[in-house]
């Protein structure tokens, strides 16, 4: 089986999931990553002859699968493929790489001879139309959809407020925009925490870093927040100006633990993020490893950190 995923970060989130969901079945899965060339690990990986390590799902990029296909991999793995999963596939109506997903749809429907398609994804509005084009002789073609609508969503801007006393202020949200009329929220919703981080009014009226941080401390008491910064050397300045000491977390899961003493291991104890996890705060942009994204990820999910400061790299994982 093949799971074809967009980007490379959805390829890293959603291997360390199936690999979690599948390991009580002891299926093997495995991932190729998205360059375009099989490395030595990856060829050993993938004609492995052992029963007990041999991958039952393989989870890639669509362009490394189709540079595979062309290097008769197929033979080589001695397996034919019988599913292929395509995530996003709306991504199929995106010009350029979706004529390059449509065009490996077709040569797998006609050289994968074993081969049956469950393509994923939260709105089409032809899947008939598709379905039939990848099977036209098929009466097995089966069709599945819900009624699905993403989250509630609001959309607001933080402003700082001042207070009475020099240098006071606090956060005040203003409404911009909600996305169902069943929200129902003032166009101004003040929070009573005057100096967050114990920052001053001057401090935040000219630095949006410093305003993030701010907001993300108040709103961090309503469960995990994400703050984006445009770029990977701001979210140090951001996740550092949370590291105050009432954020410090006074018991760690044996977890966060483990995760801190491997960046250790592998960064050094010098590294930012081995002590911002002291204070449940995660940092993730394209500059870190993929191991370390990949557990700052993990840990987000599991709702070990407070805050996670990323650039938009998240957003295409988590």
């Given at each position: 089986m093949a799971y074809l995923a967009p980007t490379r970060a959805l390829v890293n989130q959603l291997a360390v999931k199936l690999r979690r969901d599948f390991a009580p079945l002891d299926v093997v899965v495995?991932?190729?990553?998205?360059?375009?060339?099989?490395?030595?690990?990856?060829?050993?990986?993938?004609?492995?002859?052992?029963?007990?390590?041999?991958?039952?799902?393989?989870?890639?990029?669509?362009?490394?699968?189709?540079?595979?296909?062309?290097?008769?991999?197929?033979?080589?793995?001695?397996?034919?493929?019988?599913?292929?999963?395509?995530?996003?596939?709306?991504?199929?109506?995106?010009?350029?790489?979706g004529l390059k997903l449509e065009l490996l749809l077709a040569t797998m429907n006609r050289e994968c001879r074993f081969a049956q398609f469950l393509l994923l994804t939260p709105f089409i509005p032809n899947a008939a139309e598709i379905a039939q084009w990848l099977s036209p002789d098929s009466n097995k073609t089966v069709e599945?959809?819900?009624?699905?609508?993403?989250?509630?969503?609001?959309?607001?801007?933080?402003?700082?407020?001042?207070?009475?006393?020099?240098?006071?202020?606090?956060?005040?949200?203003?409404?911009?925009?909600?996305?169902?009329?069943?929200?129902?929220?003032?166009?101004?919703?003040?929070?009573?925490?005057?100096?967050?981080?114990?920052?001053?009014?001057?401090?935040?009226?000219?630095?949006?870093?410093?305003?993030?941080?701010?907001?993300?401390?108040?709103?961090?008491?309503r469960g995990t927040v994400i703050v984006l910064v445009d770029k990977p050397h701001n979210s140090w300045g951001v996740a550092k100006a949370l590291q105050v000491e009432e954020n410090h977390l006074d018991t760690q899961s044996e977890d966060l633990v483990h995760i801190r003493f491997f960046l250790e291991d592998e960064m050094g104890k010098d590294f930012?993020?081995?002590?911002?996890?002291?204070?449940?705060?995660?940092?993730?942009?394209?500059?870190?490893?993929?191991?370390?994204?990949?557990?700052?990820?993990?840990?987000?999910?599991?709702?070990?950190?407070?805050?996670?400061?990323?650039?938009t790299t998240i957003a295409q994982g988590v």
């Open positions: 495995e991932k190729v990553s998205p360059a375009l060339e099989i490395d030595g690990i990856e060829d050993d990986m993938l004609t492995d002859d052992d029963q007990n390590r041999q991958f039952r799902i393989l989870v890639t990029t669509p362009e490394k699968l189709d540079l595979m296909l062309r290097g008769d991999w197929e033979a080589k793995i001695r397996r034919p493929l019988t599913l292929v999963v395509v995530d996003e596939a709306h991504n199929l109506a995106v010009a350029a790489r599945l959809a819900i009624d699905w609508s993403p989250n509630d969503r609001v959309i607001a801007v933080a402003e700082p407020v001042k207070g009475a006393k020099r240098g006071d202020f606090s956060i005040q949200l203003v409404t911009q925009h909600t996305t169902r009329h069943t929200l129902s929220l003032p166009d101004e919703l003040k929070f009573q925490d005057y100096r967050p981080l114990n920052l001053k009014l001057s401090d935040v009226s000219g630095s949006p870093g410093k305003l993030a941080a701010a907001t993300a401390q108040v709103l961090r008491k930012p993020l081995v002590n911002l996890l002291d204070y449940g705060i995660g940092v993730h942009h394209a500059g870190l490893s993929d191991d370390t994204r990949t557990l700052v990820e993990w840990l987000t999910e599991k709702g070990m950190l407070k805050v996670l400061v990323a650039t």
